[in-house]
């Protein structure tokens, strides 16, 4: 059974940091992407990061470009996703995914993601 378990999450003031994992067991975790979405309330799930099977190719949306930045460590079956420059409209609850196979394409939207963490909130204040 694959389970992603998210921890960091917390309240924070703007301009503030905060670092989430997400810690993967139950599959092989160097071969497949990971990810993180968001959703704040009454609003959408929506795409943050994502990173490649090695690490190698990163992912952002606009919207947190130069503030974020996701890494993995294989050997640690962790991914992690670093947040600085926290602003009021980053409070969500942030989600760790995992591709559904290996070698997937990446996208924007959730069709590559075969698995879901439980999710972790993050407060900014202003």
């Known amino acids: 059974q694959v389970q992603l378990i998210e921890s960091g999450g917390g309240l924070v003031q703007a301009g503030g940091s905060l670092r989430l994992s997400c810690r993967v067991s139950g599959r092989a975790f160097s071969s497949y992407a990971m990810g993180w979405f968001r959703q704040a309330p009454g609003k959408e799930r929506e795409f943050v990061a994502a990173?490649?099977?090695?690490?190698?190719?990163?992912y952002y949306a606009d919207f947190v470009k130069g503030r974020f930045t996701i890494s993995r460590d294989n050997a640690k079956n962790t991914v992690n996703l670093q947040m600085n420059s926290l602003k009021p409209e980053d409070t969500a609850v942030y989600y760790c995914a995992a591709s559904s196979y290996a070698s997937v394409k990446i996208t924007t939207t959730p069709e590559w993601v075969g698995y879901w963490g439980q999710g972790t909130q993050v407060t900014v204040s202003s």
């Open positions: 990173i490649n099977w090695s690490g190698i190719l990163t």
